[in-house]
């Protein structure tokens, strides 16, 4: 399988990430032009290369007869992918874009631990119908779009489950 890592998910990812982790730092009172710049290039490097090809790799993976046990296998093999682990590294890039560099620690997996588990719902129906209803060349933008939001959410994590 081919690797991609095309401009318009660079454009897509730095734009709907900084969009959505900046309504959250405004929301939370942490806005910075740092954090803005940094998490703009997180989303146009690390995540638009890596959620493209992790898309692609589970229309590879998961083929078969339409049906339920097809779709709940990709909607869950997208939600192994945004684990309380991406979830805390998200957190980490957020303190290290931001400077705050005293409030990394193991804590941060915490967070991630309970703020996954806490949206398994809405994640779970949010993957099954990226994965599921939406054609994979606009799963990026979607799951950008979806992420974004649940970017206001992980940011206020931070600070509500830390």
Same mark, same amino acid.
């Given at each position: 399988m081919?690797?991609?890592y095309?401009?318009?998910?660079?454009a897509?990812?730095?734009?709907?990430?900084?969009?959505?982790?900046?309504?959250?730092?405004?929301?939370?009172?942490?806005?910075?032009?740092?954090?803005?710049? !940094?998490?703009? /290039?997180? #989303?146009?490097?690390?995540? *638009?290369?890596? &959620? +493209?090809?992790?898309?692609?790799?589970i229309?590879?993976?998961?083929?078969?007869?339409?049906?339920?046990?097809t779709?709940?296998?990709?909607?869950?093999?997208?939600?192994?992918?945004?684990?309380?682990?991406?979830?805390?590294?998200?957190?980490?890039?957020?303190m290290?874009?931001s400077?705050?560099?005293?409030?990394?620690?193991? !804590?941060?997996? /915490?967070? #991630?631990?309970?703020?996954? *588990?806490?949206? &398994? +719902?809405?994640?779970?129906?949010?993957?099954?119908?990226?994965?599921?209803?939406?054609?994979?060349?606009h799963?990026?933008?979607?799951?950008?779009?979806?992420?974004?939001?649940?970017?206001?959410?992980?940011?206020?994590?931070a600070?509500?489950?830390?």
């Amino acid at each position: 399988m081919a690797l991609e890592y095309k401009i318009n998910n660079i454009a897509k990812g730095g734009v709907i990430y900084a969009v959505g982790d900046t309504i959250a730092s405004v929301i939370s009172d942490d806005f910075s032009w740092m954090r803005l710049l !940094g998490i703009f /290039l997180i #989303g146009a490097t690390v995540y *638009a290369f890596e &959620i +493209p090809n992790y898309f692609k790799w589970i229309d590879k993976k998961v083929t078969g007869t339409p049906g339920l046990k097809t779709s709940m296998t990709r909607a869950l093999m997208a939600m192994l992918y945004f684990n309380p682990l991406w979830i805390a590294r998200h957190i980490l890039f957020i303190m290290l874009v931001s400077g705050n560099y005293d409030a990394i620690g193991w !804590g941060l997996l /915490l967070t #991630g631990v309970i703020s996954f *588990a806490i949206n &398994i +719902p809405v994640s779970l129906g949010a993957n099954y119908i990226i994965q599921n209803k939406i054609e994979l060349k606009h799963r990026f933008l979607s799951s950008a779009i979806f992420s974004g939001i649940m970017a206001v959410y992980y940011s206020l994590s931070a600070v509500w489950f830390a």
